[in-house]
């Protein structure tokens, strides 16, 4: 059982930066691949990037490509994604998520993750 709480939300104007934070609580992460999520209202909750458990493999959707950054600490038990380049269309609400993974990889698909955190509202406007 794992507990994920995001952290680093917040208003931005356009062009700004921001790190969010997911502290994770409960069980090792050894065998946990980890992802962020975002879902602006009205719309569907996007994957925007993972790591696999070694940190080896990481995948990036096509909104989080070159201006976000996903890491983890392992004996921090946390995970952080940190945004530049921050748009309008960027506002949301961002998830952190975690499923057990034997492998070293990882997929930014919603319904791959077990565990998720409650959200951390991210507004970027003028």
């Known amino acids: 059982q794992y507990q994920l709480v995001e952290s680093g939300g917040g208003f931005v104007q356009p062009g700004g930066s921001l790190t969010l934070s997911c502290s994770i609580s409960g069980s090792s992460l050894d065998y946990s691949a980890i992802g962020w999520f975002r879902q602006a209202p009205g719309k569907e909750r996007e994957g925007l990037v993972c790591?696999?458990?070694?940190?080896?493999?990481?995948k990036y959707g096509d909104s989080a490509k070159g201006r976000f950054t996903i890491s983890r600490d392992k004996l921090k038990k946390e995970a952080t994604l940190q945004m530049i380049l921050l748009e309008t269309e960027d506002t949301a609400v961002y998830y952190c998520?975690?499923?057990?993974?034997?492998?070293?990889?990882?997929?930014?698909?919603?319904?791959?993750?077990?565990?998720w955190g409650r959200g951390t509202q991210v507004t970027v406007s003028s």
């Open positions: 998520a975690l499923r057990n993974q034997l492998k070293d990889v990882c997929e930014i698909r919603r319904g791959a993750y077990e565990y």
């Open positions: 790591i696999s458990r070694r940190g080896g493999y990481i």
